[in-house]
């Protein structure tokens, strides 16, 4: 069965700084990956997205990822954080039939001054 | 193009009555997912349905069922409420037809079950 780690819970950054977040997924085939990032009471947008291609994908808000198969990572980074990314990120995985996602269990990002 | 719709955005009810949630999808989408987000399991997937058939299934217990209907606006049904079905239950629309395609979210209904 297919699954998502996030290895870090919890991320604090200060203003200005870059930013990785990890992501590891399991699945017997070739993924298709997303990060989505959920302020809080609010739903889930979606930031970028790997389907096939080149292996590093830019999305919204200056959010770039990078997709590794040899070590079935697909990390998120942003090389200057801004206050107003604080949120919680979500990695997920999808199949190639359905919309049946597996999220990972999330990172919240905090963002100091 | 307007977004995914939820409605209601907040819900109180007492352990043992049931419920039901409806989602509006962006127009043109055929797919509508529902998940159920809490802190301890954190995003899990419920069901999915595609042209008014659902095509996808968690793990979740029968007392969760849902619908779409010709318009592609679908409900979610839990019945027989448990406080652990205390959570924030979220909406997703997709344009796909077989393939997997990216999913846009609604803003969730937060159900508290007292």
């Known amino acids: 069965a297919q699954s998502v780690t996030q290895p870090d819970i919890h991320i604090t950054v200060s203003e200005g700084a870059s930013l990785e977040l990890r992501c590891n997924y399991s699945?017997?085939?070739?993924?298709?990956l997303f990060w989505y990032v959920q302020s809080p009471g609010q739903g889930l947008q979606l930031l970028l997205k790997?389907?096939?291609?080149?292996?590093l994908v830019q999305g919204i808000k200056g959010f770039e990822a990078e997709f590794k198969r040899s070590q079935s990572s697909f990390n998120l980074r942003k090389p200057s954080v801004h206050w107003s990314d604080a949120a919680e990120y979500f990695c997920a995985v999808g199949h190639n039939y359905g919309q049946n996602f597996v999220f990972g269990p999330g990172t919240r990002l905090s963002v100091l001054p | 193009k307007a977004g995914v719709t939820q409605t209601p955005r907040y819900l109180i009810k007492t352990r043992g009555q049931q419920v039901t949630l409806s989602c509006s999808p962006i127009?043109?989408?055929?797919?509508v997912s529902w998940y159920q987000q809490t802190p301890g399991q954190g995003l899990q997937f419920l069901f999915e349905y595609f042209s008014e058939t659902q095509r996808n299934k968690g793990n979740f217990p029968g007392r969760f069922s849902g619908r779409q209907f010709s318009n592609s606006r679908s409900e979610m049904n839990v019945s027989t409420l448990e406080l652990g079905d205390s959570a924030l239950y979220l909406c997703?629309?997709?344009?796909?037809?077989?393939?997997?395609?990216?999913?846009?979210f609604g803003p969730g209904t937060r159900l508290t079950v007292t």
């Open positions: 127009s043109g989408h055929r797919s």
């Open positions: 790997y389907f096939s291609g080149d292996t």
């Open positions: 699945y017997g085939a070739t993924p298709y």
């Open positions: 997703a629309s997709s344009a796909s037809g077989t393939e997997t395609f990216e999913q846009y």
